[in-house]
Structure formats: structure tokens, C-alpha cells
């Protein structure tokens, strides 16, 4: 019989909320064996910037402001991400469990087969890019990142429904302007998503029904799909770390 684990489902959140969740969850994991799979998605849209950004370097706040999108700075590395049509994941496990390897590079391709074998279940041919991205027909499709605190694994990543490089330079700070229109091109080279790949626009569940099967056989786990909801000290925790941290002027403009 195949291990179960947690599976939660928390829909449309905002960006404080859905890094503060992310943590509690993470936080309150201690010396719990099974893991939690979580799939939720940004309202209002957001940028979120890693962990050793500058927000202030990255986002160019007033028009961000002036848009209404979030702006939030996440525990885990790598550069800025544009959340708009899009279904995110997050795992959250004990980095002793024996599903996840000691080393990075592996616990990466492993976590991510799950994305993979999602795609394949909509129809797309994929694979994993060290170190962190899934790419199909040469793009990128998913962008993941990863930390490991209080003896836990912290991964959390991006499926693409729709991509809108455009907004998403007018938003981030380009240093040099004149090479904008370049940037631009090069990302859009660079960059696809699911509707570019099938030519239509999938609603967010059946995304996320793949993704779901696509976890399930890549980590040879069952979920309960009885139980998708945060736990009461969860939602509790999640909301302190939200107004102490995330939704905290002192945490996001830190660098």
C-alpha cells in the first residue's frame, strides 16, 4: 500500500498569505513523517523576488502599486517571478525522509518528475533542466525553488497557463531601457506555457487533477482527497507570520 500524504487545495490567495501558509506548514511539519502537497494560485497577481533581492532593485513599486499586484519577498533564492495565470505548488517534507535525497540537484529532479509527468498527462512532452526548470520543446515551462529549514524540505514552483512577458517588464526594473525591446523578445524565445503549447487555455482543475496524478506517481504516494484544507493551528500560525512578516514592510524592503 502506497504511503498517503497530505494533499491541500487553497485556490486564489494573496501573496502574504500564500508565503505565510507556505511556512506554517513548514514551521509546524516538525517530526512529521508524511508530506503535504499544496497547489493554490495568486489574487491579485504578484511578483514575488528571492530571498537575496532588492525589492526596491528588482520591482518598480509605484506602477506596481498603481496595478494592484502584490509584492513579496520569499524564504527561498532565485530571481524575480511575475505570478499571474498560473497554478503553483508547494511540497513540504522532513528532509530525512527517504523520498527525498541529501543531495539538492537529485531532491530537484525528483520533486519536479512530478511536474513532468502532469504535462505529460495534459498532452505535453517535457523534461527536467538542472537546476531547478522544466522545459518542453526547448522553453521554459516551470521554475521551481527550494530551501531546507527546521529539518524540512520547502519546494515551491511555477506551471504556466499563460505567459505575459510584457507586463511582466513593465513591472520589473530593466537596467538599461534601451535594450528592453531585446529582453523582451529573448524571454518570449525563452519562455511558454500550456495554452501556447495546446492553443487553448485549460481551466486551473483540470491543471491541477494532473498535477495531482502526476505527484502521486512520481513520489509513489496516495493523497486524501478527503482533507485539502489547512488545519485550524495552521490557518492560525499562517496569519501571525502574515502580519509579522510577510505582509511586514520590514521583511520584503529587508535588502
Given at each position: 500500500?502506497?504511503?498517503?500524504?497530505?494533499?491541500?487545495?487553497?485556490?486564489?490567495?494573496?501573496?502574504?498569505?500564500?508565503?505565510?501558509?507556505?511556512?506554517?506548514?513548514?514551521?509546524l511539519?516538525?517530526?512529521?513523517?508524511?508530506?503535504t502537497?499544496?497547489?493554490?494560485?495568486w489574487?491579485p497577481?504578484?511578483?514575488s523576488?528571492?530571498y537575496?533581492?532588492?525589492?526596491q532593485?528588482?520591482?518598480?513599486?509605484e506602477?506596481?502599486?498603481?496595478s494592484g499586484v502584490d509584492?513579496?519577498?520569499?524564504?527561498?533564492?532565485g530571481?524575480?517571478?511575475?505570478?499571474d495565470?498560473?497554478l503553483?505548488?508547494s511540497?513540504?517534507?522532513?528532509?530525512?525522509?527517504?523520498?527525498?535525497?541529501?543531495n539538492?540537484?537529485?531532491?530537484y529532479?525528483?520533486?519536479?518528475?512530478?511536474?513532468?509527468?502532469?504535462?505529460e498527462?495534459?498532452?505535453?512532452?517535457?523534461?527536467?533542466?538542472?537546476?531547478?526548470?522544466?522545459?518542453?520543446?526547448?522553453?521554459?515551462?516551470?521554475?521551481?525553488?527550494?530551501t531546507?529549514r527546521?529539518?524540512?524540505?520547502?519546494?515551491?514552483?511555477?506551471?504556466?497557463?499563460t505567459?505575459?512577458?510584457?507586463?511582466m517588464?513593465?513591472?520589473l526594473?530593466v537596467?538599461d531601457?534601451?535594450?528592453?525591446?531585446?529582453?523582451i523578445?529573448?524571454?518570449?524565445?525563452?519562455?511558454?506555457?500550456?495554452?501556447?503549447?495546446l492553443g487553448?487555455?485549460l481551466?486551473?482543475?483540470?491543471i491541477q487533477?494532473?498535477?495531482?496524478?502526476?505527484?502521486?506517481e512520481a513520489?509513489g504516494?496516495?493523497?486524501d482527497k478527503?482533507s485539502?484544507?489547512?488545519?485550524?493551528?495552521e490557518?492560525?500560525?499562517?496569519?501571525?507570520?502574515?502580519?509579522?512578516?510577510?505582509?511586514n514592510?520590514?521583511?520584503?524592503?529587508?535588502?
Amino acid at each position: 500500500m502506497a504511503e498517503k500524504w497530505r494533499l491541500l487545495l487553497t485556490g486564489d490567495m494573496d501573496a502574504a498569505s500564500n508565503m505565510a501558509l507556505d511556512e506554517a506548514v513548514l514551521r509546524l511539519n516538525k517530526d512529521k513523517h508524511e508530506g503535504t502537497v499544496r497547489f493554490y494560485s495568486w489574487k491579485p497577481k504578484a511578483i514575488s523576488i528571492g530571498y537575496f533581492q532588492g525589492i526596491q532593485e528588482e520591482t518598480d513599486i509605484e506602477k506596481c502599486n498603481a496595478s494592484g499586484v502584490d509584492v513579496v519577498r520569499r524564504i527561498t533564492g532565485g530571481g524575480a517571478v511575475y505570478h499571474d495565470d498560473e497554478l503553483t505548488y508547494s511540497i513540504i517534507v522532513n528532509e530525512k525522509h527517504p523520498k527525498i535525497s541529501n543531495n539538492i540537484l537529485e531532491s530537484y529532479g525528483h520533486i519536479c518528475n512530478g511536474i513532468v509527468l502532469g504535462l505529460e498527462k495534459l498532452g505535453i512532452s517535457s523534461e527536467f533542466k538542472p537546476i531547478n526548470d522544466i522545459i518542453t520543446n526547448g522553453r521554459k515551462i516551470s521554475g521551481n525553488a527550494q530551501t531546507r529549514r527546521l529539518g524540512n524540505v520547502l519546494q515551491h514552483g511555477t506551471i504556466l497557463r499563460t505567459v505575459d512577458v510584457r507586463t511582466m517588464f513593465d513591472l520589473l526594473l530593466v537596467p538599461d531601457e534601451k535594450i528592453r525591446d531585446k529582453m523582451i523578445s529573448a524571454v518570449e524565445e525563452r519562455v511558454t506555457s500550456i495554452s501556447d503549447i495546446l492553443g487553448e487555455r485549460l481551466e486551473n482543475d483540470v491543471i491541477q487533477n494532473a498535477m495531482i496524478e502526476g505527484f502521486s506517481e512520481a513520489l509513489g504516494v496516495e493523497f486524501d482527497k478527503n482533507s485539502w484544507l489547512p488545519t485550524s493551528d495552521e490557518y492560525v500560525l499562517m496569519d501571525k507570520i502574515r502580519r509579522e512578516k510577510y505582509g511586514n514592510r520590514k521583511w520584503n524592503f529587508k535588502r
